[in-house]
């Protein structure tokens, strides 16, 4: 027995690395204690000769970290040496072994990414870990994370294969056929989700044996009720490689799983043969090294066919997809440098609107008219609705209005608004390439590409990218009016197109996206034309009216931009170092850092934040929820297109698309005025929230009232008065007599912040509706003979009448 001791004490432990051995942290749960005595108090008693599962004591205090799926966002975890232990319900029993988890520690730090959420994930601000998996800390001791994070689509041995790979520290492989002689071959394959890879005998030994456990008292039983409990997937193959282990080089085995890595060293004693690295100390020090917030990063929808807006509601994020064109081709010359070019354009039906929700992802309008050229798809755009939940299509183009007709039966449909019908099939209710045609905006050669588009409460606004202007449609009977027009202006010739030095070329503007801004009016991105110079692409401000301003610049390639709840632009660079910036070449081997995109929240004060989000390129989609988190559709224009979420969502979003949010309504009578009156006259009033919560539309109506001069929305509660915070008859003061008696409906429209006054002026239209919610608003109806008020009501939620 002695003996024993002496060679165990002896030899150094591949994860024998410790750090403050002095610190003793008390267990931060029961249920980790227990987790922590079944495998490892035989050992700490020196019961039984084994390697350690977690360590002898745990390696920190327990701590509160983020995670969205737990209660509260957050959950009690605790780091050992060789792993961590995690509460993520603190009101669940202890009758499974699942109540207590570990993560995917040795994943996260593999891929570069630490897990906030069951399907949410933050990228990490340095990658990959480039700690060793085993051995002594230190460059050059061993393979790192992130070394063997190259390995992990390598091709799965099959079982009972010898295993005879050698991995270089640099991460090479070779083959040493003389490595069979150790006997240790592949001998459980696992294939399940992305995951297809062989656990090696000695790994598949030790997930499954048995010994000494404490279960209350010392017996013989599993070391793992689950072999994948300790150690989840594995994620990579085997490979013999080489460690430093007190500065003593040794050959081990080693295989990265998804919560651990493990080593096999076959000149250790029995017992501490195989071993967990130190994932635990590994996982605490790579956190450590984290740069700026955790933003939680949640996949919603991949594969989506070359996405372009999104556009966040109550009930969903609606994706426009424009497609890839499809089986009807053309050939269109075009005179490039004095030579012509030929160049294959397909149509086809592919594009459609995707809604993602709470269920996932599905197309709910399907067959959409679709172009494709190159790698660039062009039709929906963009989707908007109105008050009523009607929903309407913006459909691109990209070219001479004329060249609609090269396209068959469907070419009718591009540059176009359409209203999708209950049966999901398109209407056409305003024609933009025909507007182009015949008004031709901006002055310029006939280019129309409409782009995005708006709901202001009463009309469509919609940017046509090709035609550099701002439009206003109609949609009860599809007419169109020009508000603004983005002049062209010069941008400085780069070399290769052969101008002199400082020539200076025209570059036009290029508007991407609108929308209705919290006051009311129109903002609008600007992508440039070419040479989309670095820096000098620009926001504006366009009022109703059409007075155009500069409200921001200094960006690079905006495609998208969406106000959050407290009034801050954000904005998207599709490429934040410019297109003539792309390395076409690494990106067709799936380097995509060329491409980077990058997103700015503008302050109140008008200086830009870089939000320092990394892993998005060529983003072509922002929508901003209701808690202020981020939805972008990036790798756009690539087969890998996805739709992503950073940030945490509102809760107990209904996932129903229900058009209507909240209604109000209100019946009013001299009853309610303070103090009463007495009249005959009645009336009521009606409100609706929009779908995308930016506006309030109304219908106040009448019975009996003479002399009526104006109706307002006042703030206060039931038996008090309070002052005006909106205007409903008229729009605006002054008031505005109508003789005599009247019947009918005094007014109706929409509200929007703009049109706040009073102690609401200057705030969002949620300070509106917080305020109806909580019963603290009433109409007044005012007259002559009652210039106080003849009828008034408070505004309730529908549900409480």
């Known amino acids: 027995m002695m003996a024993l001791l002496f060679a165990i004490v002896s030899f150094a432990s591949v994860g024998a690395y410790h750090e403050d051995e002095e610190v003793q942290h ?32 745990p390696y920190t205090e327990g701590m509160m970290e983020p995670y969205l799926d737990s209660p509260g966002g957050e959950r009690l975890v605790q780091y050992f040496d060789k792993s961590r232990m995690e509460l993520n319900d603190p009101d669940s029993d202890d009758t499974s072994i699942w109540t207590v988890t570990q993560g995917l520690l040795a994943l996260d730090m ?23 998996v085993a051995g002594d800390p230190g460059p050059g001791n061993g393979p790192t994370y992130a070394t063997m994070a190259g390995l992990m689509d390598a091709e799965a041995r099959a079982e009972g294969a010898y295993i005879v790979d050698w991995l270089a520290v640099d991460g090479t492989i070779t083959t040493d056929n003389e490595l069979a002689n150790y006997d240790v071959t592949a001998e459980y394959n696992v294939q399940i989700d992305w995951i297809d890879h062989t656990v090696a005998s000695p790994f598949w030994e030790f997930m499954n044996s048995s010994g000494l ?34 500065g003593v080089d040794n050959d081990v085995l080693v295989q990265c799983f998804e919560r651990r890595c493990l080593t096999y060293t076959p000149g250790n004693p029995v017992g501490w043969m195989v071993e967990a690295g130190n994932v635990g100390q590994h996982y605490y020090r790579w956190l450590e090294t984290h740069v700026g917030p955790l933003v939680p990063v949640t996949l919603l929808a991949e594969g989506l066919v070359q996405p ?19 089986d009807i081709c ?65 459909m691109g183009f990209g070219g001479p209005p004329e060249d609609r007709d090269l396209f068959e039966d469907f070419g009718e449909y591009f540059a176009t608004v359409v209203r999708i019908e209950e049966d999901g099939t398109p209407t056409i209710i305003a024609d933009l390439g025909e507007y182009e045609a015949t008004e031709n905006p901006d002055g310029e050669m006939l280019d129309t ?58 570059m036009d503007s290029v508007p991407t996206d609108v929308v209705v801004g919290p006051d009311g009016n129109y903002y609008v991105s600007e992508l440039t034309g070419f040479p989309f110079p670095v820096g000098e692409a620009r926001v504006f401000q366009v009022t109703p009216d059409g007075d155009v301003e500069i409200y921001s610049e200094g960006f690079t390639m905006l495609s998208a931009i969406d106000f959050d709840s407290d009034g801050r632009l954000h904005i998207l660079e599709i490429v934040a170092g410019g297109f003539l910036a792309l390395d076409f070449e690494a990106i067709e081997v799936g380097d995509f850092s060329s491409a980077a ?101 109304f219908e106040v109506s009448l019975e009996n009232l003479s002399n009526t001069t104006m109706a307002h929305i006042h703030m ?67 007259t002559e003979a009652f210039p106080a008020g003849e009828v008034r009501g408070q505004i309730a939620l529908d549900h409480d009448h």
């Open 26 to 57: 008390e267990f931060a749960d029961s249920r980790f204690e227990n987790r922590w005595a079944r495998t490892d108090l035989p050992v700490s008693t020196l019961a039984v000769a084994r390697t350690w599962i977690w360590g002898p004591s």
């Open 110 to 132: 593999l891929r570069g990414q630490v897990q906030v959420g069951d399907n949410a994930f933050a990228p990490h601000s340095e990658g990959a870990s480039t700690e060793n």
């Open 213 to 246: 456990i404490w279960d209350g008292d010392y017996s013989e039983g599993k070391l793992f009720q689950d072999p994948f409990y300790a150690v989840g997937y594995p994620v990579t193959e085997a490979y013999w490689t080489n460690v430093k282990v007190a």
């Open 308 to 326: 372009r807006h999104v556009t966040y509601t109550q009930h969903g994020l609606f994706v426009a997809e424009s497609g890839d064109g499809g």
């Open 330 to 394: 053309v050939t269109i010359e075009e005179e490039y440098d004095g030579e012509i070019e030929e160049f294959e354009i397909c149509a086809g039906l592919s594009g459609g609107i995707t809604l993602i929700d709470d269920e996932g992802a599905s197309r709910v309008v399907d067959n959409l008219p679709s172009l494709f050229f190159g790698e660039d798809g062009s039709g929906a755009h963009d989707v908007a609705f109105d008050d009523e939940g009607t929903m309407y299509v913006v």
């Open 449 to 506: 590409n409409p782009y995005a588009i708006d709901f202001d409460g009463e009309s469509l606004i919609v940017v046509d990218a090709g035609g550099n202007s701002l439009l206003r449609v109609d949609p009860d009977d599809g007419s169109i009016e020009t508000i603004a027009v983005f002049e062209a202006r010069e941008a400085l010739a780069p070399p290769f197109i052969g101008l002199p030095e400082g020539a200076m070329i025209p």
């Open 597 to 697: 995109s990058r997103i700015v929240r503008i302050e109140d004060d008008g200086t830009h934040s870089d939000l320092g989000i990394p892993g998005v390129y060529v983003g072509t989609g922002l929508a901003v929820g209701a808690a202020s988190e981020l939805y972008v559709a990036h790798l756009s224009i690539t087969p890998f297109a996805e739709v992503v979420r950073f940030g945490m969502p509102a809760p107990d979003v209904d996932p129903d698309p229900d058009p209507v949010v909240q209604t109000f309504s209100t019946v009013m009578s001299g009853d309610e005025e303070v103090p009463a009156v007495m009249t005959s006259a009645t009336g009521s009033a009606t409100f609706v929230v929009s779908q995308d919560g930016n506006s309030v539309s």
């Open 716 to 782: 206060a509660g039931v038996g008090e008065n309070g002052p005006v915070v909106a205007w409903l008859y008229p729009d605006s003061p002054p008031a505005e007599l109508i003789p005599g008696s009247f019947s009918g409906v005094l007014a109706s429209g929409t509200i929007t912040a703009g049109d706040l006054v009073g102690p609401l002026a200057g705030e969002g239209i949620n300070a509106l509706i917080d305020a109806m919610i909580a019963g603290n608003t009433y109409v007044n109806v005012h």
